[in-house]
């Protein structure tokens, strides 16, 4: 009898022989809440879609939800209506603002690790129609450092790490760090790490959080980190965020959308050539392979 990991291997193998254009993957990550990862990954979405990019957002985040509250857009299906439910990926795609969908994770990302062969089959046809809807899926994944996130995070070809200037917020960053790179499921060579300075005052000092955690990533654990931005603190976001609205959407000039604007036209600048080894596939089938 086969077993799950392996007969989901087989199901990818044959589908990714079909030549097709694969969505990029971008996953947004943290070592601990509060650092504001939901809010850069809706924000980047909305300037990804300003730049004419199709984006859909996949919240992985079943526990606190940050997505649906901040587009104002309860879902009415989650993945586990694909996985047990046979419904298709489109009716489980939430519009938000601005032409982004969303799809929650729900209950269904806990699932994962019971499929038959059979579910696996068509979880993974649903998913690649992904590539077809969505130019850019980004990821939002829970906070901290559980399996779960790790599962997602070992499986993403580009990483996105927030963190704050706050020590506690490093430490928990590096920790983040350090429980990716001695995980053996892990290889660096099939990923990139790209840090991003939340709450901050100043370059020097988002400069300097950069600095830390590049710093002990090379001599502890051989790794290596990017530094693609930063983003001010800011009142105008802050409002933004207890009213739960998208500051890109609400205040377009504000000095914090300029911001999430410049990171994306970092990302949209440096976008490599993804092949199915680095899309859609590859990342939901990884990740479903460790759960």
């Known amino acids: 009898m086969i077993d799950q990991a392996q007969g989901l291997r087989n199901v990818v193998k044959m589908q990714n022989q079909r030549s097709i254009a694969e969505a990029r993957v971008l996953t947004v990550t943290s070592g601990k809440g509060g650092v504001g990862k939901s809010n850069l990954a809706v924000n980047l979405a909305v300037a990804f879609s300003r730049k004419g990019k199709k984006v859909l957002i996949f919240d992985a985040d079943f526990g606190l939800a940050n997505v ?28 938000g603002p601005e032409g982004i969908g969303f799809i929650s994770g729900g209950s269904g990302i806990i699932g994962l690790n019971n499929l038959s062969e059979d579910q696996i089959h068509y979880l993974v046809r649903s998913l690649r129609k992904l590539n077809r809807l969505c130019d850019i899926l980004i990821v939002d994944t829970g906070a901290g450092i559980s399996d779960q996130v790790l599962e997602f995070v070992i499986a993403s070809p580009e990483i996105l790490l927030v963190t704050t200037p706050e020590p506690s917020s490093i430490t928990d960053s590096y920790s983040m760090l350090k429980a990716l790179y001695r995980n053996k499921e892990y290889d660096p060579a099939e990923s990139r790490i790209k840090l991003i300075a939340n709450k901050v005052s100043t370059k020097e000092e988002a400069a300097a959080v950069y600095e830390k955690l590049s710093s002990v990533t090379s001599k502890f654990l051989g790794g290596n980190i990017e530094y693609l931005g930063m983003i001010p603190q800011d009142p105008l976001l802050e409002k933004a ?25 970092k990302l949209d600048s440096s976008e490599r050539k993804n092949t199915v080894s680095f899309g859609i596939s590859r990342f939901f089938s990884s990740f479903i392979n460790r759960a």
């Open 241 to 265: 965020v207890r009213a739960q609205k998208v500051v890109s959407i609400e205040v377009p000039h504000a000095k914090a959308s300029r911001a999430f604007e410049d990171i994306t036209e």
């Open 68 to 95: 649906e509250v901040m587009f104002a857009a309860p879902p009415r299906h989650n993945l586990s209506d694909v996985i047990y439910g046979a419904m298709d990926i489109e009716e489980v795609i939430t519009p």
